[in-house]
């Protein structure tokens, strides 16, 4: 069962543009978390925000969370080339589990 | 810095063959993850587990087992491969988790294992 979705499936953007990348999700949640990964690698942290959080920061990336429309957003600001990859949100389903999305790709053209 | 090895980045087998993929971390975890990820499916939970010789199942445990026989190592087992198996398969560890409080540890993944079922 998947607990988060992300929006939109698949994103195209100049460098220097910022991207936007929006996840939803179904219960009520602990924290949310994104991820990055390149093609055909493990995936890297970016951002833990917790429910009584409405937003972070981190270099040039922002996170909002809005638990009454069960909802968060990743901005990358100023993309660059080196951005290109898929991007997911993560949330806690129950006390042990982490269950991702399907992912936003993300590509910044040169 | 923080490692988690996946022995095999990629793997060919045949149908009805065992597999092992085997998973290590250096950082006194006690949390670690296998997951599959597929096209359009994201990454999808198999087993994990808590503690040594502690098990789970996640979303999708069925023609999987695992084994956690030391803290730092969990290993997957497909024990008759099938082509629906074939996947990148992801693990990952976290740090505890405090009794009575939800996961709110950073998942450590490796680099991957790419199995193909011929």
């Known amino acids: 069962s998947q607990q988060g979705e992300e929006d939109p499936q698949a994103l195209s953007i100049q460098e220097g543009e910022n991207a936007t990348m929006n996840c939803s999700y179904k219960t009520s949640i602990n924290n949310l978390q994104w991820y990055r990964q390149n093609s055909g690698r493990g995936l890297v942290h970016l951002i833990l925000?917790?429910?009584?959080?409405r937003e972070k920061h981190s270099g040039r990336l922002r996170v909002t969370l809005d638990t009454s429309k069960k909802s968060s957003s990743l901005l990358i600001t100023a993309s660059r080339a080196a951005d290109t990859a898929s991007y997911f949100c993560?949330?806690?389903?129950?006390?042990?589990?982490?269950?991702f999305g399907p992912g936003t790709s993300l590509s910044v053209i040169p | 810095d923080v490692k988690v090895t996946q022995s095999s980045r990629y793997l060919v087998k045949r149908t009805g063959e065992k597999v092992f993929l085997e998973c290590v971390q250096d950082m006194d975890h006690e949390n670690m993850f296998w997951y599959r990820q597929d096209p359009g499916l994201g990454l999808r939970l198999i087993y994990f587990?808590?503690?040594?010789?502690?098990?789970e199942k996640g979303d999708i445990p069925e023609g999987y087992s695992v084994s956690r026989e030391k803290k730092e190592r969990f290993s997957l087992i497909l024990e008759s491969a099938s082509t629906n198996q074939t996947s990148m398969y992801l693990c990952?560890?976290?740090?505890?988790?405090?009794?009575?409080?939800?996961?709110?540890?950073?998942?450590?993944f490796g680099e991957g294992s790419r199995l193909t079922v011929l």
């Open positions: 993560a949330t806690d389903a129950g006390y042990d589990k982490v269950i």
């Open positions: 925000i917790r429910s009584n959080e």
């Open positions: 587990s808590y503690d040594v010789k502690m098990k």
């Open positions: 990952a560890s976290s740090p505890p988790i405090s009794i009575g409080q939800a996961n709110t540890g950073e998942l450590f």
